[in-house]
């Protein structure tokens, strides 16, 4: 492999080496390159083990605030109600109207409707969900992508894509984690910028002896952990580069029929690449879709627009795992930053609210088919256990098989324990 | 330092301030940063890109001890440089003031290039910053050069004053120029800063004369920026007041009041109060309008402000080096809000001149660890995309004779493909360019770094094989122009070794170092 290639120091520093000694390396890059290759090909050989033991999730973010009152915990008949009316599902709980397709996947998933969170600016919220901290400015923590690329990446040694992809959006960063675990963002039609190299591949690995060169002598001289992360990156790249995982970022060569389950929209196609990405073994994917911050005009909005694109997506999503046998290992997450206000304003819209809300979840090792917890009537208030981001975190990790122990040391040696000492939510595992 | 005698009085007070703050952690500095280094880090804050082989040549070949002042003397003065200068911070106000997606979006009635001009024109007369600011927080007319009203200052309000009341407008006035943070406090009062809902609300009002109007010319869009009169939301012009709701469902009243309190004449009727024109005056009285752009400056050039972020300054949020963040800011009002002389004071002050290396006696200095900041060296970091896009266009001339205004038009078009929406409806926007992947796919396989390693006639590297010399003289040019330094024996020996590989093909050779370079940390690096 040409990661293993690069950290055998005497290539690196061949300082007093013989020209013709060099010469042989600078030759060997070219050998060592196609072994490369080939070996990818004997790994493929023991995938079908490794598979078994993969866990993934899929993060479906809805950005800008998605109003889950009209969505999952419906109030129909109130003041707060709104005009959408609920209908029965294959699980326990009633959701909107306007999500038909998901009402028959939502024995798979289920609804927790007591969110109860604390930050309802767009920034503070996007920070708190996506990393179950509030924002410190002493300190970065890791993002869901970052912490469970982290985690789960040894059941992959094979994985030559970035480990943590943002499709359509930005996600949040890798934190103390370092830029190895930050997301690799693309969009949902799955194009990679700048792949095509105008030389060829015995060439860039001569050019990469005298990069890694300069690289180190300047990380040498101690400039900082970022000189560090940078060589990190150069080396993902190079690894990206001689990669056929590639392929799994051809979105646009699945069947016809499949590009139109999921909806031929980017969140419809985003989905779908989130799925191929899984199956080429990455062990985290975020999905954008933006346009949940609807102030005015809201029930047009979700009706007409959102609403339907979600639904389509999402059941596709939900369905397609589960036929593939990959929904047991693959945990759904649909959330967003905050949920938006019972009461609804003037301008027939509604604002942040994080006080209660709702977020759904699924696969991996969740069990399916539930509403956890309960609004007031009036939508106001949590009335059962209140469950937070750190909580919901927690039980990710936990249907992904990742231990609640785990601790995380920042560079400055605090520690820290996994999703922020979030506890279960007990009702998901029971 | 042997300049001393030559310098303002506020680059001592740095320096002694800095060493006090050293010795009371148990810190010492990092040694000098060697010239050539230290020549390329002061061409990349003040214009924005690294300077050329023959201008670093050019401050090698002075050898007066004021060389390092002369050196930002020109910068800043020399009329060689006046274009460039401006349009570097201009670039950096942009992003300050509109985003980087500041009228790129397909609604926007931004003009960019209206936002440009302005800036590019106020930072060529090097405008005081108090009357930049005033006027961009006062500015009427239209956002579109060539327009009849145009006025450019009008494209940092344009988006912001009509949605949500001028929500938008509020929150960015305060934290831009004033270092408030009140977005959160448009709902509710917020938990641990002193500012309250109803303050953002008398704030807000205002921008109630305010409002942004939508003009259609054929096939472009552009706007007008307008005051007029405002009723009040209880329909009293001469009381006009606006309502707000708290969250427990009362409604309250607010009346214009800056952020100390004052408070100005009620009337909606313009003739009687203007009150962006009152407010503008008020910011002007403020000393956190001092503080905001001290903080701002002495962050762009030593990587870290006194605050982090440092657009906050409530008291919640601790500073490093109080004292001299008080007197930097007392003493920036007192020399007219002059940017350039603020520059001079920091870029020939000590911290500037540190090198970058961490040693043993200042490894505890790491701002990355949550420790507030001591400038004890130099904090490397990566280019800003627009520095490294104007650095590999410029010094190595990979975009040929292109004008500045076609220069910046595809630079901000190579910029946006690192440009992430989050979807909400403050516009917010997440760089991803901050050295991932696709940054590196860029940088190895990029348009611009196929332009910028061509060897067609007329690039960089045909007219250096063009030139006399030995192909290690070459590969030296290389390292100076990217680096600001001379190769190491093994880097030359590298090149040597790659020559034979490429059969004698000098060009080949030098592409492939040139791409090294160009890829390595230490190039995308300010350090």
């Known amino acids: 492999m040409w990661t293993n290639w690069a950290n055998q120091r005497q290539f690196v520093t061949p300082h007093g080496m013989s020209r013709r000694h060099f010469a042989t390396h600078l030759a060997g890059a070219a050998t060592m390159l196609g072994a490369s290759l080939s070996l990818g090909h004997s790994l493929r050989v023991h995938a079908d083990t490794l598979k078994q033991n993969r866990k993934s999730c899929i993060l479906l973010w809805m950005g800008g605030g998605p109003s889950s009152i009209d969505i999952w915990d419906l109030k129909p008949g109130t003041d707060n109600g709104g005009p959408f009316r609920t209908i029965a599902t294959s699980g326990d709980a009633q959701i909107s109207e306007h999500m038909p397709l998901m009402a028959k996947q939502m024995h798979h998933m289920s609804i927790v409707r007591s969110m109860s969170t604390r930050e309802a600016d767009h920034n503070r919220g996007r920070y708190y969900m996506h990393t179950g901290y509030v924002p410190d400015a002493s300190i970065d923590y890791p993002s869901y992508g970052a912490v469970i690329s982290h985690q789960l990446l040894s059941q992959r040694p094979d994985l030559q894509i970035p480990p943590f992809i943002a499709v359509g959006g930005a996600s949040e960063g890798p934190g103390f984690l370092g830029m190895a675990y930050s997301p690799f963002n693309v969009t949902s039609n799955g194009r990679v910028r700048n792949l095509e190299a105008s030389i060829g591949n015995e060439r860039l690995m001569q050019r990469k002896i005298a990069l890694s060169m300069i690289e180190d002598s300047f990380i040498g001289q101690r400039r900082g952990n970022s000189a560090i992360e940078h060589k990190k990156i150069l080396e993902k790249t190079y690894d990206f580069l001689g990669s056929q995982q590639r392929e799994a970022f051809k979105v646009e060569s699945e069947p016809e029929e499949m590009k139109e389950m999921y909806g031929k929209n980017g969140f419809g196609q985003g989905c779908l690449l989130a799925r191929r990405l899984v199956e080429a073994g990455a062990p985290f994917v975020e999905v954008d879709l933006g346009g949940w911050d609807n102030h005015d005009g809201i029930f047009q909005t979700l009706q007409r627009d959102r609403l339907p694109t979600l639904d389509k997506a999402m059941a596709a999503l939900t369905e397609d795992l589960n036929q593939r046998g990959l929904l047991e290992d693959t945990v759904i997450v649909w959330m967003g930053e905050f949920g938006r206000t019972p009461r609804i304003n003037a301008g027939a819209g509604r604002d942040h609210f994080a006080r209660a809300w709702s977020v759904v979840v699924g696969g991996g090792g969740i069990k399916g088919g539930q509403a956890v917890g309960s609004t007031s009537e009036d939508g106001m208030e949590v009335v059962t256990e209140p469950y937070s981001s750190e909580d919901l975190m927690a039980s990710v990790c936990k249907a992904l098989g990742i231990s609640l122990e785990t601790t995380f040391t920042s560079r400055s040696g605090r520690p820290m324990k996994i999703a922020n000492s979030g506890k279960l939510i007990k009702e998901l595992f029971s | ?527």
């Open chain 2, 1 to 527: 330092m042997a300049q001393l005698k030559n310098l303002p009085k506020q680059v001592e007070l740095i320096n002694q301030a800095l060493q006090k703050g050293w010795e009371e952690n148990g810190l010492r500095p990092s040694p000098q940063e060697d010239d050539l280094k230290w020549c390329r880090r002061v061409y990349l804050d003040l214009i924005g890109r690294i300077p050329t082989f023959d201008e670093l040549a050019e401050f090698a070949k002075d050898k007066s001890s004021s060389k390092k002042l002369n050196l930002v003397n020109r910068l800043l003065n020399d009329e060689r440089y006046t274009e460039e200068y401006a349009n570097h911070w201009a670039t950096v106000w942009s992003n300050v003031l509109i985003g980087r997606k500041g009228g790129m979006e397909d609604n926007s009635i931004i003009s960019r290039e209206g936002m440009m001009k302005y800036l590019r024109d106020s930072f060529a007369q090097n405008k005081p910053y108090n009357d930049m600011v005033y006027e961009l927080v006062t500015a009427t007319g239209t956002t579109r050069p060539g327009t009849e009203k145009f006025n450019g200052a009008t494209n940092f309000l344009a988006m912001k004053v009509n949605p949500d009341n001028g929500a938008l407008a509020t929150a960015s006035v305060s934290r831009m120029f004033l270092g408030l943070q009140v977005q959160c406090t448009q709902c509710h009062n917020h938990p641990f800063n002193q500012w309250k809902q109803q303050k953002f609300w008398e704030f807000n009002a205002f921008f109630r004369q305010t409002s942004a109007r939508e003009i259609q010319d054929g096939m472009t869009r552009y706007g007008e920026l307008r005051n007029h009169d405002f009723a009040g939301e209880g329909g009293n012009p001469e009381e006009a007041e606006i309502y707000f709701q708290l969250r427990n469902g009362i409604t309250n009243v607010a009346y214009p009041a800056f952020v100390d309190g004052t408070t100005i004449g009620r009337s909606g009727y313009l003739s009687q109060v203007n009150r962006r024109d009152e407010l503008g005056k008020l910011m002007m009285q403020s000393p956190f309008l001092d503080r905001t752009i001290v903080n701002r400056m002495w962050a762009h050039f030593l990587g870290y402000g006194f605050t982090k972020p440092i657009d906050d300054l409530g008291p919640h949020n601790p500073t490093s080096f109080p004292e001299l963040f008080d007197q930097l800011s007392v003493d920036f009002r007192q020399n007219s809000y002059d940017l350039k002389q603020l520059m001079v004071w920091i870029t020939m002050s000590q911290p500037y001149q540190l090198s970058s290396r961490i040693t043993k006696q200042n490894e505890s200095d790491d701002p990355t660890l949550g420790e507030t900041p001591k400038f004890s060296y130099f904090y490397a970091r990566q280019m800003t995309g627009e520095q490294l896009y104007q650095s590999i266009a410029v010094a190595t001339k990979a975009l040929g004779n292109v004008s500045l205004d076609e220069q910046a038009r595809r630079r901000d078009e190579w910029i946006r493909q690192f440009l992430v929406d989050y979807g909400n409806d403050e516009g917010d926007e997440a760089n991803t360019f901050n050295g991932s992947i696709s940054q590196s796919l860029m940088m190895f396989n990029g348009d611009l770094s196929k332009d910028a390693t061509s060897v067609e006639p007329g690039s960089f590297l045909h007219t250096l094989i063009q030139q006399k010399g030995t192909p290690v003289d070459k590969v030296q040019h290389l390292f100076l122009s990217g680096l600001s330094r001379r190769p190491r024996n093994e880097e030359l020996e590298v090149a040597k070794q790659l020559l034979i590989v490429r059969k004698n093909d000098a060009a080949g050779m030098l592409q492939d170092m040139w791409w090294a370079i160009l890829n390595s940390n230490e190039f995308i690096f300010n350090h």
